[in-house]
């Protein structure tokens, strides 16, 4: 793992671009290239993310170890077994989803806007494929940093089927496993559970997606 994950490991994940950056991941590369500062982030100054800071400058410094972060949810303070980030390459963790009006198609490449079933925050995606009535989608963000004029499907209400990412912190899980995880790109920083299917590696695909985690 190199300097600037470490550090984007633990900036809040919002990707909202309030640090004048497109998203933490860029502003995480920014910090380790010694530019910016951590004051730019607006949420790191409250109480949840308290010694987050701090680890990134102890980051920085060569005085912390990515071995000693632990994977814990923001909103709900839960410990996770790992963090899933992105297949190499990609933007996102890919997500499956069940879209429960049947009467829609899509094409790859496709922007579309659905809010998670038990989920309150609206997501916006780009499609992948389209195959036996699931989406596979990534994670693109909040419409701002699309631009106000980006056209897109609304689906409504969907149910998330499937991660399928790398495990980037913490232990890699065996086929059958019920795990708690952490996807990365996660506007809310909440822990999610789910049995693992297929694990390859760093590699894991993760079914029966719950957002009630105990």
Avoid at 23 to 41: E, H, I, K, P
Avoid at 142 to 154: F, I, K, R, S
Wanted: with cysteine.
């Amino acid at each position: 793992m190199n300097l600037s994950e470490q550090v984007e490991r633990l900036l809040p994940g919002f990707n909202c671009g309030e640090c004048g950056q497109r998203s933490c991941q860029n502003f995480a590369q920014l910090l380790a290239s010694g530019g910016g500062d951590t004051g730019q982030c607006p949420y790191l100054g409250q109480e949840r993310f308290a010694g987050h800071a701090e680890g990134i400058r102890e980051v920085l410094s060569g005085n912390r170890a990515a071995s000693e972060e632990t994977v814990r949810g923001v909103i709900d303070g839960l410990l996770a077994d790992f963090s899933l980030g992105p297949l190499p390459g990609e933007p996102s963790c890919r997500e499956d989803l069940f879209p429960f009006d049947r009467s829609l198609t899509f094409c790859p490449g496709d922007l579309i806007r659905y809010r998670p079933l038990g989920c309150p925050v609206t997501h916006f995606a780009r499609v992948l494929g389209w195959e036996h009535g699931i989406l596979t989608v990534h994670m693109v963000g909040p419409l701002h940093l699309l631009g106000q004029q980006a056209e897109y499907n609304d689906l409504g209400v969907c149910m998330v089927a499937a991660f399928e990412g790398l495990v980037v912190r913490g232990s890699i899980p065996s086929v059958g496993q019920t795990v708690r995880f952490l996807p990365e790109h996660c506007m809310m920083q909440k822990v999610h559970s789910g049995v693992v299917v297929h694990s390859e590696g760093r590699m894991v695909r993760i079914e029966g997606i719950d957002l009630k985690v105990w």
